[in-house]
């Protein structure tokens, strides 16, 4: 069987194919970095605009790649959310007419369930149960996963996400959207130690984040410098990222001892980050365990976890009614397991 999934959820449209005996068979995307960029970040109204004009031809692109038409497809999945509601409902309404024209049915698929199974496309497969460090512009959790379906909040972000602290400190540094990968070349030329920032919460006994002091203390150093700015912006770049990787690395080996788990899966946007892939990487040979990612093309927004995860769904018999709905916010522990 063969599922087609379509991610809509901001600012990437991603399409995909996948069998439910040899994996994902085909996947097209197009991103709207360019167009956001003059803006200085995602203007949700042209982003809507776009998922309309591309998600079509992108369906067509990934079918003509796995040498199949509309009529072997045993459904459709696509992103219900979280996400910005125009571009859900983007995608979703995409989804849900090719649904009725073909008579088969429709899948929502939870966003943060495809990001947190996104290391099963994979060779090197986690095995279950383990902790799931998620790392997005939205969302920053750590989520024990026992099955498919069955998630454990640990902990989460009490204000910034780790991916929007990224954002702002890129902003304050004058590094044009999007903020991550220039924010981590720029640090590559920075040197350690001549800005030691804060790290937050790391001495509260739970596995919650708050990232909104940090992103202040780097304000801060960028005011103190205004003069100098640019002689200092590797360093600070640099000092910022270690003080991330220092607290995500904390909140993952207390969340791991809390569990007493030896897997580690990274997922999100910002794990793509090579520094903070090194940390986590470093954490795991130290705990004789190991550490899971997925490529850094299925890190950031993709259509192959969503037609990932709704071929599970579909699999289990979780298929959505004729109506489509889409949500902007909805916690992972309101999924039926698997």
Do not use: W
């Not at 459904?75 to 995608?91: E, H, K, N, Q, V």
């Not at 009725?100 to 149960?129: D, Q, R, S």
């Amino acid at each position: 069987m063969r599922i087609l999934g379509i991610e809509s959820s901001c600012d990437e449209t991603g399409v995909a194919v996948y069998d439910d005996k040899t994996g994902l068979v085909s996947h097209a995307l197009h991103t709207q970095i360019a167009m956001h960029a003059e803006y200085g970040g995602v203007v949700p109204e042209l982003a809507s605009r776009d998922h309309i004009k591309r998600v079509v031809p992108l369906v067509r692109k990934a079918l003509l790649d796995a040498d199949m038409e509309l009529k072997d497809l045993c459904a459709i999945a696509y992103t219900a959310g979280p996400g910005l509601i125009g571009a859900l409902l983007s995608g979703a309404m995409e989804a849900g007419a090719l649904a009725y024209g073909l008579g088969i049915p429709c899948v929502p698929v939870h966003h943060m369930e495809g990001h947190l199974l996104a290391p099963m496309l994979e060779e090197n497969k986690p095995e279950f149960p383990f902790v799931a460090l998620l790392i997005s512009g939205g969302h920053t959790l750590l989520i024990k996963v026992s099955k498919p379906g069955v998630y454990e909040l640990l902990g989460q972000s009490v204000d910034d996400a780790a991916g929007e602290a990224f954002d702002k400190t890129a902003k304050l540094l004058g590094i044009p959207y999007p903020g991550g990968p220039g924010l981590e070349k720029l640090a590559a030329n920075g040197t350690e130690g001549v800005f030691n920032f804060p790290r937050p919460m790391i001495k509260n006994p739970n596995c919650d984040f708050s990232f909104a002091g940090l992103k202040t203390a780097v304000l801060n150093a960028t005011l103190d410098h205004k003069d100098d700015l640019e002689e200092v912006k590797a360093d600070i770049a640099k000092g910022f990222t270690i003080a991330m990787a220092d607290t995500l690395e904390i909140k993952c080996r207390r969340a791991l001892k809390q569990t007493g788990l030896k897997r580690l899966v990274v997922a999100g946007g910002v794990s793509a980050n090579t520094d903070i892939r090194n940390r986590l990487k470093d954490l795991m040979s130290s705990l004789k365990g190991e550490a899971f990612f997925a490529r850094r093309e299925f890190c950031t927004d993709n259509g192959a976890m969503i037609a990932q995860v709704g071929m599970l769904r579909f699999k289990a018999g979780q298929i959505g009614d004729s109506s489509i709905k889409v949500f902007p916010r909805r916690p992972l522990s309101e999924l039926k397991p698997l």
